[in-house]
Structures are given as structure tokens and as C-alpha cells.
């Protein structure tokens, strides 16, 4: 277990989006009875900041409210992700040198690693934006696919609900597993979500342009995921050699038929495991895998867990006390 925390501060950002500002004032602003009681100074370098949900947040604390939290926490970010200042850059590495923990929560993570925080460090953000995190900051070790990473005094989270994830986990690793269960219930949110769990957010591979002729040949095949057609006959229905047929199935969708296919049949799975009652092994043949054996590791590869841990979490009937062992 870290060592015990009392003073949270919380930055805030002018034009930032409002829920994410507030995630971490609802985590340790609130007064449980039973719980930790947190010195919670929200703070920001302008006094005043309006959110793009077109409401105005009073703020009572300047950046000097930094100088001795024993927490951190950047929420998130205006969306157009401009330079933060020299001040606020230079009062996070100051927080940061002292021995404060800093935490950048979803849009927040840009921030962290503006001021240098997350060079040759693990961390995460909104899965829309990873790659841009990546490519402004090159140093960073950008793992797009998790919901939060812990790196000890530094750690990240991935969008929205994910920053409350983070902020249980912290309470967790601190004051134990009694405490977060605790700020849960109060917040009707489940317990504990895995920092390693994906953020399970389907990005499609680009849809082809209607008039091209593989287009036709797409909407066809996905009706026959369950029986993927060889890519022979795709040619065929769409009048090419099978050489034309690739390069023009590439330049339609950014993919090989191969990895078409494996996308599509494990978004098929997915989809199946939200909203049917079907044991693995239907699902898996009715995504066009052998068997629930074979789904396994391709679906555990792309979205970080097993199918019956994925249900466990966002099937019709979620049970939250499911562990990642496989329903039969």
C-alpha cells in the first residue's frame, strides 16, 4: 500500500470540457462519513474557467495551491490542445520534484507531457487522441488501449469514466480496498475496473467509397462472417483478377482482406457478447472462429481481455463479480 495522501489539488483549464473537470472534485471533494477526508484545493492560472458546456466554475485557488499537495491532478484539456503556459509547465515539474504525485486524467496526460513529465514513461489518454499524444511527444511510451496506467508517481488515464477508475485506484492503493468500495457506492460505479483493461472502443477500418467496386463485394461479405468467403470468390463477384482485386481491397479499406475480416468477425463477437446470452463457444462460430478456443487470443489481443471478462462487464446482464475465466 503508498503512502497515505491528505491535499488534492485540482487544475483546471479555461474552455475545458465539464464532466472531465469534474471527475476528480466528485472523487475526493465530497464529505462520506467513514471516509478520508481530503484537503481538496481546486485551482487554475486564471481564476474563473468556462467549460464547453457553456457553464462558468468559480475557482478559489491560484497555481501556489501546487506548492505542497501532496496530489496533483490535471483533469483534462481544452480540445484544441494549444501550449499550456510557461507558469503552469514549470508549477506541475516543481510539484513533481518535491515528491508530489501528478496525475493527468484523460486530455490531461497532453498537459503532463508538454512539461516533460511523461518522457520515457508509459501512459495513456482518450483513445481518440493517443495518436496525436504520440506524435507531439515522441519520448512518451503511449499505450493507447488501456484504461489507466500506474508508473508510481506519475499516472494517466484514459477518457471520461476511466478518470473515475483512476481516482478509485488511487484511493485504493493508499487507504485500501475498503475505502474505494466505499466512494464506489457512493457514486454508484462499479468497485474496481483493471488499469490494464482496454478502453473497448471499436475504431472500424475506413469504409470504402460507394462507387468502388469493392464496395459491393464488402457489404456481401459481411453478411457471411460466420463463413468468410475466400478471397478468390470476392474477386470474382467483383469482375478482377485476384492481383487487381488486392490492391484495389487496400486502397478501399486500409487493410488486407485478412485483417478486414479479423476486424469485422471480432467486432461481430463483441457485439454478440453485449447483447446475447450465448455461450462463447456460439459465439465464437457465429464470428467465424473455430471454435471459442481459437477466438481467445485474437479477441484478449484487441481488446486486452478474455470474452467472458468482456460480458462480465458490458454484457445485457453485466456481473461485475465475474472473474476473466471463461464461461462454458
Known amino acids: 500500500m503508498s503512502a497515505r495522501f491528505e ?15 469534474s471527475v476528480p472534485i466528485s472523487v475526493f471533494g465530497v464529505r462520506r462519513p467513514g471516509l478520508p477526508r481530503f484537503d481538496l484545493r481546486v485551482c487554475s492560472e486564471t481564476g474563473p474557467v468556462s467549460t464547453t458546456a457553456g457553464i462558468t466554475l468559480e475557482v478559489p ?26 507558469k503552469v509547465l514549470e508549477a506541475l515539474r516543481r510539484s513533481k520534484e518535491r515528491g508530489a504525485t501528478v496525475v493527468g486524467l484523460c486530455l490531461g496526460a497532453f498537459v503532463l507531457a508538454a512539461a516533460g513529465l511523461l518522457d520515457g514513461r508509459p501512459a495513456t489518454t482518450h483513445w481518440h487522441r493517443a495518436p496525436e499524444l504520440a506524435r507531439r511527444h515522441r519520448l512518451v511510451r503511449v499505450r493507447e488501449a488501456e484504461l489507466y496506467i500506474d508508473d508510481g508517481d506519475i499516472l494517466t488515464s484514459a477518457g ?14 493508499s487507504f485500501g480496498a475498503e475505502a474505494a468500495a466505499g466512494v464506489a457506492r457512493s457514486m454508484v460505479v462499479p468497485p474496481q475496473r483493471s488499469g490494464g483493461q482496454a478502453q473497448y472502443i471499436d475504431r472500424p477500418l475506413p469504409e470504402p467509397d460507394r462507387a468502388d467496386p469493392v464496395a459491393e463485394v464488402l457489404e456481401w461479405a459481411e453478411g457471411r462472417l460466420d463463413r468468410p468467403p475466400a478471397v478468390d470468390e470476392m ?30 468477425r471480432l467486432t461481430l463477437a463483441q457485439r454478440l457478447l453485449e ?7 456460439q459465439v465464437a462460430r457465429r464470428s467465424g472462429f473455430a471454435s471459442a478456443a481459437a477466438l481467445r487470443p485474437h479477441f484478449r489481443e484487441r481488446f486486452g481481455t478474455s470474452p467472458a471478462a468482456y460480458r462480465a462487464s458490458f454484457g445485457a446482464g453485466a456481473n461485475p463479480s465475474v472473474s476473466g475465466r471463461e464461461r462454458r
Do not use: N
Open 7 to 21: 491535499s488534492v489539488a485540482v487544475l483546471l483549464f479555461d474552455g475545458a470540457p465539464l464532466f472531465e473537470s
Open 160 to 173: 471520461s469514466a476511466a478518470g473515475i477508475d483512476l481516482c478509485l485506484h488511487l484511493l485504493r492503493r
Open 61 to 86: 485557488y491560484g497555481l501556489d495551491a501546487l506548492e505542497d499537495a501532496d496530489v496533483v491532478i490535471v483533469p483534462t484539456f481544452r480540445e484544441e490542445l494549444d501550449e499550456p503556459s510557461a
Open 275 to 281: 447483447a446475447t446470452d450465448l455461450p462463447v463457444e
Open 235 to 264: 474477386a470474382h463477384r467483383a469482375a478482377m483478377s485476384r492481383r487487381s482485386f488486392d490492391r484495389h481491397f487496400k486502397a478501399a479499406t486500409g487493410a488486407t482482406p485478412a485483417q478486414w475480416f479479423l476486424h469485422r
